[in-house]
């Protein structure tokens, strides 16, 4: 890391992974981040503001992907308001002018109640 004031950052993905890879999730104790300087060497110094800091406290920025399933699907037909496609095996869009108007929507629906709120 430079020596420069100013925003740092560090890329901890491959950590975090290499931490919960094959791991039940939260069965090990969380000891966090530590920052240091190198091992050796002459001199070194780097001071960053503390959580307990009015301004630039430390903060982390988690990044994730929850893959969704669909719960649910269908969709509508405008010649076939009253018909139930909940059950059908292909979801249909389509947009058609003319004699053979037919437009038609698909709807999914997902369980979003694996995603934390924000803080």
Do not use: C, H
Request: charged letters at 20%.
């Amino acid at each position: 890391m430079d020596s420069q004031l100013g925003l740092k950052s560090w890329d901890v993905t491959a950590l975090v992974q290499g931490y919960w890879l094959g791991r039940a999730f939260g069965a090990s104790p969380n000891f966090g981040l530590e920052l240091r300087g190198p091992e050796t060497g002459s001199f070194y110094l780097r001071s960053f503001y503390a959580s307990e800091a009015k301004q630039y406290r430390p903060y982390l920025i988690v990044s994730y992907s929850l893959p969704l399933e669909a719960v649910g699907d269908a969709y509508v037909s405008e010649v076939q308001p009253a018909t139930n496609f909940g059950s059908a095996t292909k979801l249909s869009v389509q947009n058609a002018d003319g004699e053979l108007a037919d437009d038609r929507r698909s709807y999914l629906g997902f369980d979003l109640s694996a995603i934390p709120p924000r803080l």
